[in-house]
Structures are given as C-alpha cells and as structure tokens.
C-alpha cells in the first residue's frame, strides 16, 4: 500500500472504469465526464491542480453535484478544480490558506 514515498498523500478519486470513479469515501460516482470532456485545464477527477488542499481526502456530494475536501476537522470544502457556481459551505479556512 505505502510505496515507500515519505511525502504527503494525494488523496484523491480513483478510476473504476465505465466512467465510474469512487471517492476517498467509498461514495461511487457514476456517468462522469470523459477526459476529453472537462470544462477547464484542471478537473477534479482528471487533472487536479496542486491546491492547497490536494492532501485532504475527496468526497463527492451526490447531492449537490460537486466534489469537496474533507478537511482535518471534518469541514468538506468545496475542490478548486470543480466547476461548482455555488460553493457557500461552512468553513473553518482551511481552504483559503
Ligand atoms: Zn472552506
Ligand atoms: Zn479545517
């Protein structure tokens, strides 16, 4: 499982294939878009940016159609790379750091 890297974990979705990803949650994310389907350079499942939450480990809101970071104290933060509009949460500023 640790290859042996001393660095910080990315966390981040893993590809199931058929489209399907799943989350650092277990949550299945089903009918995604295609690699050559993202709306910005960066894209939360294909090519995340090296934010500054990259470590904290990803969850899919089936609900509100948007990927958020589980920070360490349990706020989901809304991913930089999502294409989200809305992205009021509640934060405790791990995402602005
Ligand atoms: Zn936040
Ligand atoms: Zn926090």
Redesign the pocket.
């Known amino acids: 499982m640790d290859h042996g890297r001393a660095a910080q974990r990315i966390m981040s979705v893993q590809y199931l294939g058929n489209n399907s990803w799943v989350d650092d949650f277990n949550h299945i994310i089903v009918n995604a878009h295609t690699s050559n389907q993202c709306k910005n350079d960066h894209c939360t499942l294909h090519n995340p940016s090296n934010h500054n939450m990259v470590g904290f480990p990803q969850r899919w809101r089936q609900d509100r159609h948007m990927m958020e970071r589980m920070?360490p104290h349990g706020?989901g933060?809304?991913d930089p790379d999502d294409i989200a509009v809305n992205t009021t949460?509640g934060?405790?500023?791990?995402?602005?750091n």
């Open positions: 920070c706020i933060h809304p949460h934060c405790d500023g791990c995402c602005i």
